[in-house]
């Protein structure tokens, strides 16, 4: 079973995508490779309390890390490539040669980005904390300014949270 809801977040409207509930997907407005409405299935947000609670938490400035169930669809590389970013603390930043070495395949950086441009969970699985090998901010599905106001929100020292609203 496949169903979604909509929240409001300070970086615009996310939908929430859960398969046989469990987290399946986190898409902002306009992002690349997003799917196609048909495929979120019904509307229903009593399947996402924690998801909201913790992405509440986040943008408030409370909360640096996620520990929702995620159900992550790819292949076994782009996988592993959502697994390291996960490990990416929050406030710091990896290039994606940075990646490709950890995960043991220093010529990947390419393959890496490809992962990371198709990564179905934004915010929670953080591919906005993977910049080019100069720090120079490279695509971002949702968006090069979204990606620099996530990245600017969560290298404030004790920020006092992201401007804006956080509706469920």
Not at 28 to 40: G, N
Not at 115 to 124: L, T, W, Y
Request: glycine residues 14%; hydrophobic residues 40%.
């Amino acid at each position: 079973m496949v169903a979604h809801t909509v929240v409001d977040s300070p970086v615009g409207l996310l939908t929430l995508v859960a398969r046989d509930g469990v987290l399946s997907g986190l898409y902002m407005t306009e992002q690349r490779y997003r799917p196609a409405e048909e495929s979120f299935g019904a509307r229903d947000a009593s399947l996402f309390g924690d998801v909201v609670e913790q992405l509440a938490e986040y943008f408030a400035g409370a909360r640096t890390a996620f520990d929702v169930p995620l159900d992550l669809l790819g292949t076994p590389f782009q996988r592993s490539v959502w697994t390291a970013l996960r490990s990416i603390p929050f406030g710091e930043t990896r290039s994606y040669g940075q990646v490709a070495v950890a995960l043991g395949r220093p010529t990947a950086a390419r393959a890496v980005g490809l992962a990371n441009g198709h990564n179905p969970i934004g915010i929670i699985v953080p591919c906005h904390r993977v910049v080019g090998s100069g720090g120079d901010l490279t695509g971002y599905g949702g968006g090069i300014a979204r990606k620099r106001q996530l990245l600017d929100f969560e290298s404030q020292p004790s920020t006092p949270g992201l401007p804006g609203l956080f509706t469920g």
